[in-house]
């Protein structure tokens, strides 16, 4: 497989044209169709390959080796950025992960809760809606006596989520609104 037929499987795993390609590495759609059609290129062109679509050099030069460099770290902005999610999707989960493990943890059991509603409905209406988000949760009655202790975590939690909402508010207000 020559460099120019690599060039093509990359931009073929982006799932990208070649004018989106080119677009990317600040090319033109011509250039790439060269590339791809066997014409050299020169190391600039594929440094810029490498580094925007984090392939492995050595196998884009050779076809040796793994296609893609596997990261050591995890970008959030970049995976956001590969799956074309919308800023107030990004939004909501930096908003998620500046919430107190307590409250992501109630917000995660709620999560499962109604994706276990769904599931067992199989696609038909459940036959009782979950809580809205925003409503105050209402504990089972206790085997034991309320405390202060009770009281004042059950306070906690809904302080904790009425942040939350002032801060998604906040954050949707910031984000630009890309849908519709």
């Not at 497989?1 to 759609?29: C, I, P, W, Y």
């Not at 925003?134 to 942040?163: G, H, K, M």
Request: net charge neutral; charged share 30%.
């Amino acid at each position: 497989m020559s460099l120019g037929e690599r060039v093509k499987k990359v931009r073929k795993a982006r799932d990208l044209t070649q004018q989106q390609f080119a677009e990317r590495l600040g090319m033109k759609r011509n250039s790439i169709a060269q590339v791809e059609g066997g014409r050299s290129t020169s190391d600039q062109t594929v440094f810029a390959i490498c580094r925007e679509f984090k392939v492995n050099e050595h196998w884009l030069r050779t076809g040796e080796g793994e296609m893609f460099i596997k990261p050591d770290t995890f970008s959030l902005d970049e995976f956001a950025r590969e799956r074309g999610m919308t800023e107030l999707e990004l939004g909501i989960i930096k908003v998620y992960f500046n919430l107190p493990p307590p409250v992501r943890g109630e917000m995660l059991a709620d999560l499962k809760k109604l994706l276990n509603s769904v599931e067992q409905t199989d696609g038909q209406e459940a036959a009782e809606a979950p809580p809205p988000a925003s409503a105050p949760r209402i504990a089972a009655v206790p085997a034991r006596p309320v405390t202060d202790a009770d009281v004042e975590a059950q306070v906690e939690r809904y302080r904790q989520r009425l942040i939350l909402e002032k801060n998604l508010e906040t954050s949707s207000a910031l984000i630009p609104d890309k849908i519709g």
